[in-house]
């Protein structure tokens, strides 16, 4: 909310100066609001099928009547703070029932006077503040579509079952208990034709005058979408809880953000407004719920864990881009993130998911699709066409891979996985096929498939350190943006435990943890060896002896960065081993 209020600041117009002209020749005037600090006054408030509310005179619409008032008092109350609440029941009319309208009219008057306009001489308008909302809700209702798919049968209530003749929801009326009255108090000079967004919208000049009314909001920003109930005939009686109070104008700007936000969100559909107020319902929960040292922490890693993920994104396509040489790094498992990155954005779409999440994954498969073309040599076969028509395109592992014990060990370390992963496969898809619900069979492939990768995908990270045990060595791996990966690993472990999640994924939270660790073991078992010889014949400590090793090679320890910045020819070798280095052999 804060942010949305400081992007509007910034996009705001500034106060003109004095005496600016008003665009017909004439000079503005600075405006003040017509209720001073102090003043008498009443609240009404009426509840009416009426949008134009006329029915002053019966008395079953007034709601709540509340009779001197100070304007700007901020200590009377019960409470102390200058609020006021009416609890109270109002019979449902029919009309709402069958998905119909009911509409608040609030109503403030200079103490003593009507807001009926038929009452001469008890009626000013200029003094009159009126605000109409219509307090239901009207929201979707989606059908249930899953069914079991060798019973066709399902566990939801018939009601909820979509059928042939109907869409895929229905507008129900709803309605929640709650709702706040704010009337500000703010005595700022505004200038007519000058007032910044969103103030202007709500601001109301009086013709003639040099004087303006204070502004009345109905404030139900605190109102959860799941809080709302649907208004139906088992609701005769609705439950209604009108709080007033005053506010400052530097809080109703953060609220009235609020409402420019839904604006934008607007213009991209009412599907795209829906699924943003399920994220504000999150957020404003987590508000609610979380102790106030937790949440600032929370925000604090919330900042850092963006940034953590921009630099492991950097630093991954970094160290592909360079990349050299492919020895030590499992090419298998980079077939395997393209697949379950396409399996992940397959499910999403399949799925009503956040549009933010779709264009992530999304994003995420296009990187994953890239690192392909660092790991194979793609060709075109033009010789041998498809239907004598499209050339074929081949592929091949490149030289650094096949040509060194990489190649050998990822095939060996991908056999052994295979005798785990193919049975949990196929018991997770029965599982899936007897005890859950799916929309078709494409969905249940998509379901099983994305179920068993959330359940058992982080096996697929141990192909690498099969690898690191056969070759003795971790100096080929990516090792900054693993870090930074881990860092991100361990702040989502901190928000496991302050966002609401299933049991199962707050636990598959901790599992990435264990493999790092499994790669911090290995970092320390199989330290850097400056003696031991590469392909080439080349050490790093012979290569500290000519003055040849740069800072890098130094910081990283690996000994493919040493073959990358010297070549055999340069590098003058001895004709007889030393001792050591035999050893070493």
């Known amino acids: 909310m804060l942010i949305i209020y400081m992007i509007s600041s910034f996009f705001r117009r500034g106060t003109p100066p004095a005496n600016q002209s008003d665009g017909s020749g004439g000079k503005s005037i600075n405006s003040q609001n017509i209720y001073p600090k102090g003043m008498k006054m009443d609240m009404y408030i009426y509840l009416s099928e009426q949008e134009d509310f006329t029915d002053f005179n019966n008395e079953d619409a007034l709601f709540w009547s509340l009779k001197g008032l100070e304007y700007g008092d901020w200590t009377s109350g019960p409470n102390g703070d200058g609020s006021y609440i009416k609890e109270g029941k109002i019979q449902t ?19 003593g006077k009507s807001p009926n306009p038929k009452d001469k001489g008890k009626y000013s308008k200029k003094l009159t503040v009126h605000r109409s909302k219509r307090i239901n809700k009207y929201k979707k209702r989606r059908f249930h579509k899953t069914v079991n798919l060798l019973t ?29 009255i704010n009337l500000m108090d703010d005595h700022s000079p505004w200038m007519k034709n000058h007032v910044p967004q969103p103030l202007d919208e709500y601001i109301e000049f009086l013709p003639g005058t040099d004087n303006y009314q204070p502004i009345l909001y109905f404030n139900d920003y605190w109102n959860l979408n799941t809080d709302y109930m649907p208004i139906n005939q088992t609701t005769p009686v609705l439950n209604l809880t009108i709080t007033y109070s005053p506010i400052s104008l530097f809080k109703w700007q953060m609220y009235a953000a609020q409402g420019m936000r839904n604006k934008w969100y607007g213009m991209l559909g009412a599907d795209f407004v829906e699924e ?26 919330s900042i850092v864990h963006s940034v953590f993920e921009f630099l492991a994104f950097k630093n991954d396509i970094q160290f592909w881009k360079n990349r ?50 660092k790991v194979v040599t793609f060709k075109i076969d033009r010789e041998n066409l498809w239907f004598g028509v499209i050339p074929r395109v081949t592929y091949e592992d490149k030289s650094t891979y096949t040509e060194s014990m990489t190649k050998k060990y990822d095939m060996m370390a991908f056999k052994y996985l295979s005798w785990m992963l193919f049975p949990l496969l196929i018991g997770y898809a029965i599982y899936s096929l007897l005890y859950l619900e799916h929309k078709g ?3 249940w492939v998509l379901n099983m498939v994305y ?28 090792w900054r943006m693993m870090t930074y990966k881990a860092l991100n690993t361990f ?57 040849k090793v740069t800072g890098d090679q ?32």
């Open 276 to 301: 943003s107020d399920e994220d504000q319902d999150s957020l404003k929960t987590t508000v609610l719920e979380t102790n106030p040292y937790l949440l600032a922490l929370t925000v604090i890693i």
């Open 491 to 547: 702040i989502d472990d901190i928000f496991a435990f302050v966002i609401k999640m299933p049991t199962l994924y707050r636990i598959g939270c901790f599992r990435d943890d264990v493999v790092f660790f499994i790669f911090l073991y290995q970092r320390w078992i199989y330290p850097i060896d400056p003696t031991r010889l590469n392909e080439f014949g080349t050490s790093q400590e012979m290569l500290e002896q000519n003055g």
């Open 451 to 478: 179920g068993f990768l959330l359940t058992f995908g982080f096996i697929m990270m141990t192909p690498q350190l099969f690898i690191n045990y056969k070759m003795k060595s971790v100096a080929h791996l990516p």
């Open 93 to 111: 009319p029919p009309n709402v029932i069958n998905n119909g309208s009911i509409y608040l009219h609030c109503y403030f008057v200079k103490e």
């Open 152 to 180: 066709g049968e399902t566990d939801v209530h018939p009601d909820l079952i979509q059928t042939e003749n109907r869409s895929a929801f229905e507008i129900l009326n709803h309605w929640h208990p709650n709702l706040t």
């Open 441 to 443: 069979w494409y969905s």
């Open 324 to 373: 050299k040489s492919l020895e030590g790094l499992s090419v298998r498992s980079v077939f395997f993130n393209v697949f379950q990155s396409l399996i992940v954005v397959l499910y999403v779409l399949d799925n009503e998911t956040n549009f933010m999440v779709k264009v992530s994954v999304s994003i995420g498969l296009l990187i994953e699709m890239w690192k392909i073309t």
């Open 554 to 585: 130094s910081e990283t320890g690996s000994e493919q960065a040493s073959i990358e910045q010297s070549k055999p020819e340069e590098t003058e070798l001895p004709s007889e081993k030393p001792a050591k280095e035999k050893k070493n052999d």
